[in-house]
């Protein structure tokens, strides 16, 4: 019982700092070329948004907003696949998967 014990607890050391690792880790997204780009955390934290003269259509304020949401998809798509990559091998240290973590 014991070693269960200290086994759970290493399980969780590790998946605290998997989370922290997560939350510090920065990916990008784009859309329409470049025209427009965010960053988010590992954990999907929208943390920039840059946004190119070119996209900036005052007669078209729709296309922007839709590119917008694209590259933030595309970013956090990547952190989603990060966290898979980081949290997936702990998930299944615990006898599954953990709720509300996508893998």
């Known amino acids: 019982m014991q070693q269960l ?13 998997a989370q922290r690792e997560l939350a510090e ?14 960053t988010v955390t590992g954990a999907g934290e929208l943390v920039s948004l840059t946004i190119a003269p070119a996209a900036v259509d ?5 296309t922007l ?5 694209a590259a933030v ?8 696949k990060m966290q898979a990559e980081r949290m997936g ?3 299944q240290g615990l006898g599954g998967g953990i709720p509300g973590l996508p893998f």
């Open 65 to 69: 907003a839709d590119l917008i949401l």
């Open 89 to 91: 091998p702990l998930a």
């Open 58 to 62: 005052p007669e078209d304020t729709e």
């Open 25 to 38: 880790a920065h990916v990008a997204g784009s859309a329409g070329g470049g025209l427009v780009e965010v």
């Open 5 to 17: 014990l200290k086994q759970a607890q290493k399980m969780q050391e590790e998946l605290a700092k």
């Open 73 to 80: 998809r595309d970013a956090n798509a990547t952190a989603q």
